[in-house]
Nanobody, 133 residues
C-alpha cells in the first residue's frame, strides 16, 4: 500500500493555472504508475468512476493524458521527493472537480490502461479545484 497526500487545489478564474502535488509514501513496487483523476460534484454518489486525467509510469517517465486536458495539463515526477505533480494551465470551468492522486502496483495494467481508475489500488483523499468563469 502507498500513502498519498495531495495539495495545491484551490479556486482560480478561467484561463488561470494551478499546480497539484502528491507525496507518495510507500514501497516502490507499489508505485509502478502514478495518476491523477477527477470526480465531478455529485458523481461519487452515482457510483460513476473517476475520470482519468493524466498518468506517469514511474520507471521510465512515460506520460499519458486524457484528450480533454492534452496541451493544457502536464504530469511530472520528482523521484528524490517521492512526489508527482500536475501542472494545470488554461483552466476551464469544466475542470472544476475533486482531484485525486493514485498509485498503481501492476506494471502491466499501468501500460495497458494508464488512465483507468481500476488500474490503481491506492488513493489520496483528494483536493478541490474550482474554476470560475
Amino acid at each position: 500500500q502507498v500513502q498519498l497526500v495531495e495539495s495545491g487545489g484551490g479556486s482560480v478564474q478561467a484561463g488561470g493555472s494551478l499546480r497539484l502535488s502528491c507525496a507518495a509514501f510507500g514501497n516502490r513496487a507499489s508505485k509502478d504508475c502514478l495518476g491523477w483523476f477527477r470526480q465531478y460534484p455529485g458523481k461519487e454518489r452515482e457510483g460513476v468512476e473517476r475520470e482519468g486525467v493524466a498518468a506517469i509510469v514511474t520507471g521510465d517517465g512515460t506520460t499519458y493524458y486524457a484528450d480533454s486536458v492534452k496541451g493544457r495539463f502536464t504530469i511530472s515526477q520528482d523521484n528524490a521527493k517521492n512526489t508527482v505533480y500536475l501542472q494545470m494551465n488554461s483552466l476551464k470551468p469544466e475542470d472544476t472537480a475533486m482531484y485525486y492522486c493514485a498509485a498503481g502496483a501492476n506494471r502491466y495494467s499501468c501500460l495497458l490502461q494508464p488512465v483507468v481508475d481500476r488500474t490503481y489500488n491506492s488513493w489520496g483523499q483528494g483536493t478541490q479545484v474550482t474554476v470560475s468563469s
